[in-house]
């Protein structure tokens, strides 16, 4: 589907002397475009992550859970930024976070 919808988009845009670009920044002078996730780990109908009754109403596993993300953040933007392109995003001025 993902590699259909990008072909079809092309092929439109093409159609009507315009291009199109899944580049996260195709512009040096512009804004890039982005991709943010929000992440839960769930067992049946209970989120894992909620505590009511801990600090920030978080469980020990949110906790957990996110000092693994920071611990492999540097690892983890060799896959969420696979392209030379995606690093251009990752500027002091922009909207993404470009420090761990």
């Not at 002078?29 to 009754?53: A, I, Q, Y």
């Not at 030379?84 to 993404?96: E, F």
Request: charged share 15%; aromatic share 12%; proline share 5%.
């Amino acid at each position: 589907r993902h590699v259909f919808f990008k072909f079809a988009c092309q092929s439109i845009a093409e159609e009507e002397g315009i291009r199109v670009t899944f580049m996260p920044k195709p512009f040096v002078d512009k804004f890039g475009s982005g991709l943010h996730m929000h992440l839960s780990v769930w067992e049946e109908d209970n989120n894992m992550f909620l505590d009511p009754s801990g600090e920030l109403g978080l469980s020990l596993l949110a906790y957990q859970f996110l000092a693994g993300m920071l611990h492999n953040a540097k690892a983890l933007s060799a896959i969420l930024c696979p392209t030379v392109n995606s690093y251009k995003r990752l500027v002091a001025a922009g909207y993404c976070p470009n420090q761990i």
